[in-house]
């Protein structure tokens, strides 16, 4: 009963966003006094509900192992905790695909009830494009992938017991880069919404903002905790491999973060109109070909998805039907928005444009080299791209950004004079030279590691820049989120290059009681004991490491046989200083009856993710500065109206 | 009106194009040896076992196709292999065995408990004829025609699904 009620709930969500998009559009034709349109919005809250109750259904068959629902006997089990059953309704296929619309749904109910700045015509556009987009997710679900179907005879017992993917990091992944690409589908109806009326205004910016910051902050504790569960679990060491999977997630962030800086121009200057419109259709793009490539399978990938060439085709059609008519209207439209304010180069927007052109060139760079083997295949060449093409490529591009990060928010907005901030940009110059000079002096690494230790040094002293001269008390929290951000962004530098410049790296072959040492550790191979879980074998190697010759910590990484499947896999151990991890990997036996082990010292890698944390902090207090001055404004305005009207009265 | 408004969207038509394209074709996962249609080196490696003989290259110039299976007793996927090598075993497939790097106890020990499907099994320490025929891990498996040309290389264990697979192949080269 409960699937079924979830069923019906989705087909009347989906009615709904019909109405959603005919109301929206009959309003466009129209005055806007229609009375369908006046629909549009309480059809965009009422599937916004009903979205959430089909959801609420999915985690409730779920949750209770209904196994006569199909959905949950193939990719569930009575036995799994109560945590990963639940996590299970969105683990598979289906229903992360009403995941994604529950989210959607949500946003446009929010949008509906909330947003009241816009122009009532671009917000009737803007639900009719939402309306339009998700329809496409609700015949997705409802045609080909429909979450409630229902077995002809409830199966005995369920097939998802497979241990590896009950892992907490695993459960939360992936809804957090979810919620961070259907934020930026919100952004993309706005910008289809303001092309349809060209009214492309620093409203429609400060409405769109706070859906692109918090977009942004998800995606970016997406990277950060999946680069950090590709680090400790694949027991290789490194913590980005640049697989298509992870640049899948990487080149929305990439478009948001440009989409986020052109934006705040927008709000605040009037200028860059064209471009940050044509950012928000390139945001929401590189989501859905992010959905499309994880999931369509055309691209090899360490990920291993269900993939299916089907669902693909679907994926495509929509890709191409959102997109491409974003584009069309674009090409039609984007000539007939009239130019915003002018600015100097030697200006904060100036700055920022610079910025912008580099983001984009950098998320040219991945797009390129992620859809490069998809382009030779055709030709019957396959290749794979790696670290030798991004890294370098990328960097040109990215260390230019980071000098202008520097310097850029010390710059007045519309005209300023390099002169005036010499001083600082003195200081970021000097500290780069004493960079380049002293690490080059102490460590032998190469010219991007030093290159990267150098900018984050002088970024981060750079990032407080901002806050000088001013009453900190003063200082608005969106400004601070500036401020964090970039010092996370320097802080992650900081960590990839030190990783990169300074990791120590051994694999020795051990007997029990053999020694050996990486870096400043010193590691004893004490014994070698197999250890047996629920489905899998182990050998666990107990080792004792102490620091510098200081106090033994006794550690056992594994390395785990699955039966069922068969597989192997090792489970890694970190030892986490303040300066820096040791990573031990235990191995298989060499001929000889000894025991590979391998190890690293990887001073200051946490830097890495503690930067991303920071980064998405900083977008945390950009969004709630940014809704506070809104939700202030608004209550003036409304005090203000009031008064009005009282001396109307009066009067 | 500006030709570069258009450009975003021309660039895109080419993305779909190329995406459809791909998505049509289908996806081969085959890994086409370089090795395949020559004929083995020559080797003659020692009994790895006490009950099987070695295994000599020109044993394979005599009769029927026979699968050359790369195993070590020290590998586990050889194990999650086993049971599929008893079904070709069943079929009628002759099965010659190069275990690699591997102690003549452990061998006898692996079979005895995970079954002996192989005719011959030769020992292979340095893993000079692994290397010598193109095979980069354990387990893989070829395909040997009566000729003593290598028709098909499997890599990784064999799978339940495979096994149609090498029944066919084996099929194909006896013709």
Same mark, same amino acid.
């Given at each position: 009963m409960i699937a079924e009620i979830g069923l019906a709930a989705l087909w009347l969500a989906a009615a709904l966003a019909v109405l959603q998009l005919a109301g929206g559009l009959l309003a466009l034709r129209g005055d806007g006094a229609n009375e369908i349109a006046a629909l549009t919005r309480p059809a965009a809250v009422l599937q916004g509900g009903l979205v959430a109750l089909a959801f609420g259904a999915l985690l409730w068959v779920?949750?209770?192992?209904?196994?006569?629902?199909?959905?949950?006997?193939?990719?569930?089990? %009575?036995?799994?905790?109560?945590? +990963?059953?639940?996590?299970?309704?969105?683990?598979?296929?289906?229903?992360?695909?009403?995941?994604?619309? %529950?989210?959607?749904?949500?946003?446009?109910?929010?949008?509906?009830?909330?947003?009241?700045?816009?122009?009532?015509? %671009?917000?009737?556009?803007?639900?009719?494009?939402?309306? +339009?987009?998700?329809?496409?997710?609700?015949? +997705?679900?409802? @045609?080909?992938?429909?979450? +409630?179907?229902?077995?002809?005879?409830?199966?005995?017992?369920?097939?998802?017991?497979?241990?590896?993917?009950?892992?907490?990091g695993l459960a939360f992944h992936p809804p957090t880069l979810y919620i961070g690409y259907v934020g930026l589908s919100v952004a993309f109806s706005f910008a289809v919404g303001a092309l349809i009326t060209r009214q492309v205004t620093p409203d429609f910016a400060r409405a769109m903002r706070p859906w692109i910051l918090g977009a942004w902050v998800f995606l970016t504790l997406g990277l950060t905790a999946g680069s950090y569960w590709a680090y400790y679990e694949l027991g290789w060491g490194g913590y980005w491999f640049w697989d298509p999977v992870e640049n899948a997630a990487l080149m929305p962030w990439l478009a948001a973060t440009a989409l986020l800086h052109s934006a705040s121009v927008l709000a605040g200057r009037d200028a860059l109109r064209v471009w940050t419109i044509m950012l928000g259709v390139v945001a929401f793009s590189m989501s859905m070909l992010g959905t499309f490539l994880v999931r369509s399978g055309v691209l090899t990938s360490v990920h291993a998805f269900a993939v299916d060439p089907e669902r693909g085709s679907f994926i495509l059609f929509l890709l191409a039907i959102y997109i491409g008519g974003a584009l069309l209207l674009f090409a039609l439209r984007a000539g007939a928005i009239s130019e915003g304010e002018r600015f100097s180069m030697a200006s904060r927007e100036g700055a920022l444009v610079v910025n912008n052109v580099m983001l984009s060139a950098i998320l040219a760079v991945v797009l390129l080299g992620t859809l490069y083997p998809l382009l030779t295949e055709a030709f019957d060449v396959r290749v794979s791209v790696g670290p030798p093409y991004f890294n370098p490529v990328g960097a040109i591009f990215a260390f230019p950004m980071l000098t202008v990060m520097a310097v850029g928010p010390l710059l007045r907005w519309r005209q300023d004079r390099w002169g005036r901030i010499s001083k600082e940009m003195g200081l970021v110059a000097a500290l780069l030279l004493a960079g380049v000079v002293l690490f080059g002096l102490l460590a032998e690494a190469s010219l991007l590691a030093l290159l990267g230790l150098t900018f984050a040094v002088a970024l981060a002293a750079a990032s407080f820049l901002p806050l000088k001269g001013r009453n900190l008390r003063r200082v608005p929290i969106a400004t601070w989120g500036m401020v964090v951000a970039h010092l996370g962004v320097a802080m992650m530098l900081f960590g990839m290059a030190s990783e990169s410049a300074f990791s120590k790296e051994k694999l020795a072959a051990l007997e029990e009681g053999g020694m050996t040492s990486v870096g400043p550790w010193s590691v004893r191979l004490e014994a070698v004991e197999p250890v047996a879980g629920p489905?899998?074998?182990?050998?666990?190697?107990?080792?004792?490491?102490?620091? *510098?010759?200081? *106090?033994?910590?006794?550690?056992?990484?594994?390395?785990?046989?699955?039966?069922?499947?068969?597989?192997?896999? %090792?489970?890694?151990?970190?030892?986490?200083?303040?300066? $820096?991890? @040791?990573?031990?990997?235990?191995?298989?036996?060499?001929?000889? $009856?000894?025991?590979?082990?391998?190890?690293?010292?990887?001073?200051?890698?946490?830097?890495?993710?503690?930067?991303?944390?920071?980064?998405?902090? $900083?977008?945390?207090?950009?969004?709630? $500065?940014?809704?506070?001055?809104?939700?202030?404004?608004?209550?003036?305005?409304?005090? @203000?109206? *009031?008064?009005?009207?009282?001396?109307?009265?009066?009067? | 009106?500006?030709?570069?408004?258009?450009?975003?969207?021309?660039?895109?038509?080419?993305?779909?194009?190329?995406?459809?394209?791909?998505?049509?074709?289908? !996806?081969?996962?085959?890994? !086409?040896?370089?090795?395949?249609?020559?004929?083995?080196?020559?080797?003659?490696?020692?009994?790895?076992?006490?009950?099987?003989?070695?295994?000599?290259?020109?044993?394979?110039?005599?009769?029927?196709?026979k699968l050359l299976n790369i195993w070590a007793s020290w590998c586990l996927p050889c194990i999650a292999e086993a049971?599929?090598?008893?079904?070709?075993?069943?079929?009628?497939?002759?099965?010659?065995?190069?275990?690699?790097?591997? !102690?003549?106890?452990?061998?006898?020990?692996?079979?005895?408990?995970?079954?002996?499907?192989? &005719?011959?099994?030769?020992?292979?320490?340095?893993?000079?004829?692994?290397?010598?025929?193109?095979?980069?891990?354990?387990?893989? &498996?070829?395909?040997?025609?009566? !000729?003593?040309?290598? &028709?098909?290389?499997?890599?990784?264990?064999?799978?339940?699904?495979?096994?149609?697979?090498?029944?066919?192949?084996?099929?194909?080269?006896?013709?």
């Open positions: 779920f949750a209770i192992t209904d196994l006569s629902v199909k959905l949950v006997a193939t990719s569930s089990h %009575t036995a799994k905790p109560l945590i +990963f059953k639940i996590s299970g309704a969105w683990g598979n296929h289906e229903g992360s695909m009403l995941l994604w619309v %529950t989210v959607m749904a949500l946003a446009g109910a929010l949008i509906a009830a909330i947003e009241r700045r816009l122009p009532e015509r %671009t917000m009737q556009a803007t639900l009719a494009a939402q309306g +339009f987009v998700a329809l496409g997710f609700y015949a +997705f679900l409802l @045609l080909s992938s429909n979450p +409630f179907e229902r077995l002809p005879q409830p199966a005995v017992e369920g097939l998802g017991l497979n241990p590896l993917l009950q892992d907490i489905n899998w074998t182990a050998i666990a190697g107990r080792m004792s490491a102490s620091y *510098e010759q200081g *106090e033994p910590v006794q550690i056992a990484p594994q390395s785990r046989n699955f039966w069922a499947p068969p597989q192997q896999t %090792t489970e890694s151990v970190l030892i986490t200083r303040w300066d $820096g991890q @040791l990573y031990a990997v235990m191995g298989g036996s060499s001929t000889d $009856g000894r025991w590979q082990v391998r190890l690293w010292w990887k001073p200051f890698v946490t830097f890495i993710w503690y930067g991303g944390l920071l980064v998405a902090l $900083g977008g945390v207090m950009a969004l709630v $500065g940014r809704v506070r001055v809104d939700l202030r404004r608004r209550l003036v305005r409304r005090k @203000l109206a *009031e008064r009005r009207n009282d001396m109307e009265t009066a009067v | 009106m500006s030709w570069r408004l258009w450009l975003p969207l021309a660039i895109f038509f080419g993305f779909l194009g190329l995406a459809g394209y791909q998505l049509t074709q289908p !996806k081969d996962d085959a890994i !086409k040896s370089t090795m395949v249609g020559k004929g083995l080196p020559y080797f003659m490696l020692p009994p790895a076992s006490l009950d099987r003989p070695g295994v000599d290259s020109r044993y394979f110039h005599q009769g029927e196709p049971p599929q090598l008893e079904q070709l075993k069943q079929e009628g497939v002759e099965i010659v065995g190069v275990a690699i790097r591997d !102690k003549p106890v452990d061998v006898m020990r692996f079979l005895t408990d995970h079954g002996n499907p192989y &005719t011959r099994i030769g020992r292979d320490d340095l893993s000079e004829v692994q290397l010598g025929i193109g095979s980069s891990g354990v387990p893989e &498996t070829f395909v040997v025609d009566g !000729k003593g040309v290598i &028709t098909y290389q499997h890599i990784g264990d064999i799978r339940p699904e495979h096994v149609p697979i090498l029944l066919e192949e084996l099929r194909k080269a006896g013709q």
